[in-house]
């Protein structure tokens, strides 16, 4: 079982993101505010979930949370302003859309860009540790999930519907017959032959 919260006398926002290592798409980014007394056996690490639990999950959570929402960044932004802070980014805007203002950022991870004036703890694999932080990384993950599907109604070609995106084998032969999409992250290397893609 999860911990339930990192200092019983805060509010706490936990934080995570999804598509850092695609290739293609969004990176996503989830704030979730769960109450003090929430518990749910199920709930993990996305990575851990099949699709169906995190998806039975998500509604869970969004029924339970104080505030919840979900962000993101998208490929010209991270060509831009690099995968790093890019996952910064699209935390700082599903916290600017929380409905109150927290008192602790509960981060995964072992780096952040500080947010206002507000606390923050990093935790490394904190997905796995507190149950606020493993909110977010199934909030995270299913949204860019459904994003990523629809996207491959337009783009067929590179299986996003089965690796969302992720530098899989099935990926990147697609990438050599077809080329990058709009959508393809261009600062990313996509195939170790990168210069001839463009």
């Known amino acids: 079982m999860l911990e339930p919260y990192y200092d019983p006398d805060l509010c706490e926002a936990g934080c995570d993101e999804a598509g850092r290592g695609c290739l293609a798409g969004p990176v996503f980014a989830a704030a979730v505010v769960l109450p003090k007394s929430f518990r749910h056996p199920l709930l993990n690490d ?38 790093l802070n890019a996952s910064f980014l699209a935390m700082h805007r599903a ?54 599907a629809n996207l491959a109604d337009d783009h067929p070609q590179y299986g996003w519907t089965a690796n969302k995106g992720y530098p899989t084998k099935a990926h990147r032969e697609a990438l050599r017959h077809h080329g990058p999409s709009p959508h393809h992250r261009r600062s990313f290397r996509l195939l170790p032959e990168q210069m001839s893609l463009f």
């Open 46 to 83: 996305s990575k851990q979930l099949s699709e169906q639990q995190r998806t039975e999950l998500r509604c869970i959570i969004k029924a339970a949370a104080i505030s919840w929402a979900v962000a993101q960044v998208d490929p010209v932004e991270i060509d831009e302003v690099n995968i």
């Open 95 to 148: 916290l600017d859309k929380l409905d109150l203002q927290p008192d602790l950022i509960l981060v995964d991870g072992n780096r952040f860009n500080p947010y206002k004036s507000i606390k923050h703890q990093c935790v490394i694999k904190g997905d796995g540790i507190y149950m606020s932080i493993a909110a977010a990384s199934v909030l995270a993950k299913t949204y860019r999930d459904d994003y990523m």
